[in-house]
């Protein structure tokens, strides 16, 4: 069935929750201290999807929230709260409603042809990962947290402690606090940044670390899936070099999200408005897979010729992903020249226009997200 990945994995090694390297430097600066993080893994990997999600902003000063809320970026979401305690509520609520409204692709079970308990078996369906799009709920996933230190109810600290278990990212805001806390709260895994309220640049820190934080909880949210995935068909999700492809295009074109896509393989990029734009990805393998099903289906030699020299890379959409003979000498509008994306191997990609049936579904644009919730 398209759209499914299904193998063995052994239960002694489990799923690989691979931790990532984690380097920090304190830069002390105007009598405080900035972390400069660098994920040696993480800034290089795709996550398995991406898209727009909720910053959560909690300071018991309205005024300071509305001030700086009022100098962010129109495409970057938010919800404040000048009570730590509502704010909990709320946070606990959404992750709550996000577990019900989210398909999860990973199903394990005993595998029915050994009678050992050490087997699993692993279906993925990855069709519900690109058609999340037709879900308005992703847009509200509270994914980033920025937390004042000082605040009467509770502190930063006392606040992210009391969410620990929650998924989502954190920066603290700090004013007049000893540096050493903000650092211990780093250490002890509480936060993900932390950045003082009076340095200058102090929005520019906060808008680059919000921005960093959503694309590493992706990261993190994903990993095991990926870990799953880049073990088979999907390798090119841990090379560095469809990564850096991956941000170029989206930067490029103005994309705002994206999805894997299972057949053929790609990457599925949508922009503000819903339109839908996918990246094909091919092996020289999957040439030649291409080119062997082709010839056997009597192919014309030009199209023959074009997949052994890569010259041309083939989306059959209207029959599955393979030529067959009922596209006859129509081949060529399903083809396109590739680019090569020079990484652990090279990959050989081109943009196509995905048709809106392959969605089952109207997609929920961030545009039209935006503009029910009055931000347009």
């Given at each position: 069935?398209?759209?499914?990945v299904?193998?063995?994995?052994m239960?002694?090694?489990?799923?690989s929750n691979?931790q990532?390297?984690?380097?920090y430097?304190?830069?002390?600066k105007?009598?405080?201290v900035?972390?400069r993080?660098?994920y040696?893994?993480?800034?290089?990997q795709l996550a398995?999807?991406q898209?727009?999600?909720?910053t959560?902003?909690?300071?018991?000063?309205q005024?300071f929230?509305e001030?700086?809320?009022?100098q962010?970026?129109s495409?970057?979401t938010h919800?404040?709260f000048?009570?730590?305690?509502?704010a909990?509520?709320?946070?606990?609520?959404a992750?709550?409603d996000?577990?019900?409204?989210?398909?999860e692709?990973?199903?394990v079970g005993y595998?029915?042809?050994?009678?050992s308990?050490?087997?699993?078996?692993?279906?993925?369906?990855?069709d519900?990962?690109?058609?999340?799009?037709?879900?308005k709920?992703?847009?509200?996933?509270?994914?980033?947290?920025?937390?004042?230190?000082?605040?009467?109810?509770?502190?930063?600290?006392?606040f992210?402690?009391a969410?620990?278990?929650?998924p989502c990212?954190k920066?603290?805001?700090?004013?007049?606090?000893?540096?050493?806390i903000?650092?211990?709260a780093?250490?002890?895994?509480?936060?993900?940044r932390?950045?003082s309220?009076?340095d200058p640049?102090?929005i520019?820190f906060?808008?680059?670390?919000i921005?960093?934080?959503?694309?590493e909880f992706?990261?993190?949210?994903t990993?095991?899936l990926?870990?799953?995935?880049s073990?088979?068909?999907?390798i090119?999700?841990?090379d560095p070099?469809?990564a850096?492809?991956?941000r170029?295009?989206s930067?490029?074109?103005?994309?705002?999200?994206y999805y894997?896509?299972p057949n053929?393989?790609?990457i599925?990029f949508?922009?503000?408005?819903?339109n839908a734009?996918?990246?094909v990805l091919?092996t020289q393998?999957n040439?030649?897979?291409?080119?062997?099903v082709?010839?056997?289906q009597?192919?014309?030699?030009?199209l023959?010729?074009?997949?052994?020299e890569?010259r041309?890379?083939?989306?059959?959409f209207?029959?599955?992903?393979m030529?067959?003979?009922e596209i006859?000498?129509d081949?060529?509008?399903?083809?396109?020249p590739?680019?090569?994306c020079r990484g652990?191997?090279?990959?050989?990609?081109a943009?196509?226009?995905?048709?809106?049936?392959?969605?089952q579904?109207?997609?929920?644009?961030?545009?039209?997200y935006?503009?029910?919730?009055?931000?347009?």
């Amino acid at each position: 069935m398209a759209g499914f990945v299904k193998f063995r994995t052994m239960a002694q090694q489990g799923v690989s929750n691979r931790q990532f390297l984690l380097n920090y430097t304190l830069v002390y600066k105007s009598g405080w201290v900035q972390l400069r993080i660098q994920y040696s893994q993480m800034d290089k990997q795709l996550a398995v999807y991406q898209h727009p999600v909720l910053t959560v902003l909690i300071d018991d000063s309205q005024s300071f929230l509305e001030s700086l809320t009022f100098q962010f970026d129109s495409l970057l979401t938010h919800k404040v709260f000048s009570n730590p305690l509502e704010a909990i509520s709320f946070l606990r609520l959404a992750y709550q409603d996000a577990a019900i409204h989210y398909n999860e692709p990973i199903h394990v079970g005993y595998d029915e042809h050994t009678d050992s308990l050490e087997h699993r078996l692993a279906s993925i369906n990855l069709d519900p990962i690109y058609r999340t799009v037709t879900n308005k709920k992703r847009f509200e996933i509270p994914a980033v947290l920025v937390v004042d230190f000082s605040m009467p109810q509770m502190n930063g600290m006392e606040f992210c402690e009391a969410i620990r278990e929650l998924p989502c990212k954190k920066i603290l805001l700090t004013g007049n606090v000893d540096d050493g806390i903000a650092v211990e709260a780093f250490n002890r895994k509480l936060i993900d940044r932390f950045i003082s309220k009076g340095d200058p640049k102090a929005i520019e820190f906060l808008e680059t670390g919000i921005l960093e934080l959503q694309r590493e909880f992706f990261l993190t949210k994903t990993n095991t899936l990926k870990d799953l995935l880049s073990r088979h068909t999907y390798i090119f999700l841990t090379d560095p070099a469809v990564a850096a492809l991956a941000r170029e295009l989206s930067a490029r074109y103005k994309f705002v999200e994206y999805y894997l896509f299972p057949n053929p393989d790609g990457i599925l990029f949508f922009d503000v408005d819903g339109n839908a734009t996918l990246m094909v990805l091919a092996t020289q393998q999957n040439f030649l897979t291409q080119f062997e099903v082709a010839q056997d289906q009597g192919a014309p030699l030009e199209l023959l010729a074009a997949l052994q020299e890569f010259r041309l890379l083939p989306f059959f959409f209207v029959t599955g992903g393979m030529y067959l003979r009922e596209i006859g000498d129509d081949w060529l509008q399903y083809c396109l020249p590739p680019q090569i994306c020079r990484g652990r191997q090279d990959y050989y990609w081109a943009l196509f226009e995905l048709p809106s049936h392959m969605l089952q579904g109207p997609v929920y644009s961030f545009e039209k997200y935006l503009h029910d919730q009055g931000l347009d």
